[in-house]
């Protein structure tokens, strides 16, 4: 078992509310690793029903189920792959361990990376991109990461059908290149602050796999700074896992826990690993984002020098920080429900579905044309809005599929709100005739600020709904056992 020692940083977090701020505290937590595996399920949740007025109340009668997604309650991990299968998130590669992301999926991840990105300019970094290919002996350099990082590495032999005269690696992670260009670049005290933030992808030779939490290959973002004193480096490492908590929580309405890992868990050469942590849906703990103080280490490995405002030689000190797609898992754990995923408003790739309900031909251009004019609309005030025009498929089993999609508000219009200029709206995360409204009026700028309401409101219950589940199982100043998707 590993042994992670979270303290309640404070001064570090500032997420939404004060109230969330109160809930966090210091924790020791012991962790036993039991991540399962089966296939992605060929299932699909949907459905088929009629619809219009009472028959939109009551949606679930008539449904003829094609697709079944396990219930969260009945088999967690079961239920976790289906998701993902159902909402079209990611497949399996062809490789063992690998996963292919879908569009659905990695709109998902490019909400997070434009978010990021925005953050990481205005703290001063800028983007750019290393090689894939490390050469061996880079790795070899710094003795703890070679050790910590071995078991995991993919290592290339041969290329252009001929043995390689030394073998290389394929990125695990980027401190030692990223070391080795340092050393060309950084000559005086004048070259620092060096702040710089990669996207790219990782390969990590995992043997037990799951979607998203821990693949062969995933998606990420590294960023890597190079300070002239070790009080920079520290004030570096401890603001951006502070940018990674408002993340967490002001757009993926994820209540991390933030806290300093024990000895056993820093990374591979680091000083110090600073980290948020999150509780999923089946309790387990997940790593959602790290951040380190290097100290000098790589530095020293590589000669990483500078020469300082009186004339020594100096190494640098640094840091490097990173989130991955497996907040996409994270994402799903924490919010979904048995219907299929319930995204966070801010991530969402769709934000609002139209669904125009027709019964006779002569009513199908009045309600479609008062569909896209809804849909021009929300799209003209920056709403992320799908309509589903589609007439292979029955209003009832659209509604279902975009509540398996995750989509957190849902607009339908028939014959009888096109008469009255009104349109019903669904939220996602109030099931059944609780969260159906009935009689909003198509008005453009009442309609826009309603729709924009409700979707900050769900934004805000999510959070909430996730720190009160958090807090049943997570109180203050409690020391336990758990496991964990680390």
Not at 224 to 236: D, S, V
């Amino acid at each position: 078992m590993l042994s992670l020692r979270l303290t309640s940083f404070t001064h570090l977090l500032s997420p939404p509310s004060s109230a969330a701020i109160a809930r966090r505290s210091p924790l020791i937590l012991r962790r036993r690793h039991h991540i399962r595996q089966r296939p992605l399920a060929a299932s699909f949740s949907a459905q088929s029903a009629t619809a219009e007025t009472q028959d939109r109340v009551n949606n679930s009668k008539n449904r003829v189920p094609e697709r079944v997604i396990t219930p969260r309650s009945q088999d967690f991990n079961a239920w976790y792959l289906d998701v993902i299968a159902n909402a079209e998130l990611a497949d399996y590669g062809p490789v063992r361990g690998t996963m292919v992301i879908r569009p659905y999926g990695y709109a998902i991840w490019e909400a997070i990376q434009e978010y990021l990105n925005v953050k990481f300019k205005e703290t001063g970094h800028s983007n750019m991109y290393f090689p894939q290919f490390i050469p061996y002996s880079f790795i070899e350099k710094e003795a703890s990461h070679v050790e910590g990082f071995s078991p995991e590495l993919a290592v290339v032999t041969i290329g252009g059908g001929k043995e390689l005269e030394e073998k290389l690696v394929v990125r695990p992670t980027s401190e030692t290149i990223v070391n080795h260009m340092f050393t060309q670049w950084i000559h005086s005290y004048r070259d620092l602050p060096l702040m710089i933030n990669q996207w790219a992808n990782v390969t990590r030779w995992e043997m037990r796999t799951k979607p998203f939490v821990r693949t062969l290959e995933f998606l990420w973002q590294e960023g890597h700074t190079a300070h002239a004193t070790p009080e920079e480096a520290e004030n570096e490492a401890i603001q951006m896992i502070d940018i990674y908590t408002r993340f967490a929580y002001e757009q993926a309405a994820i209540p991390v826990i933030t806290g300093r890992k024990s000895k056993v868990e820093t990374f591979a050469g680091a000083c110090k690993t600073y980290t948020i942590e999150a509780m999923m849906g089946d309790k387990k703990a997940l790593q959602a984002g790290t951040s380190h103080n290097l100290g000098q280490n790589f530095a020293r490995a590589f000669g990483t020098q500078f020469t300082d405002e009186n004339g020594v030689r100096e190494h640098v000190w640094q840091t490097s920080w990173a989130i991955s797609t497996r907040f996409v898992g994270g994402i799903i754990m924490t919010h979904g429900d048995d219907a299929g995923l319930m995204l966070p408003p801010k991530l969402a790739p769709i934000q609002v579905v139209i669904v125009p309900i027709w019964k006779k031909d002569d009513e199908k251009a009045a309600v479609l044309n008062a569909a896209l004019t809804v849909k021009d609309v929300l799209q003209k005030s920056g709403i992320k809005v799908k309509l589903d025009d589609s007439d292979q498929r029955t209003p009832g089993w659209k509604f279902n599929f975009w509540e398996m999609k995750g989509v957190p508000l849902r607009i339908e219009i028939g014959p009888r709100d096109v008469a009255s200029g009104s349109v019903v709206i669904s939220r996602r995360d109030i099931p059944g005739k609780q969260g159906k409204v009935f009689g909003i009026s198509m008005e453009p700028s009442n309609l826009e600020a309603y729709v924009k309401d409700k979707l900050d409101e769900i934004q805000s219950s999510l959070l909430e709904r996730a720190i009160a589940f958090r807090d049943r199982f997570f109180p203050s100043m409690l020391f336990l056992v758990c496991d964990s998707y680390i």
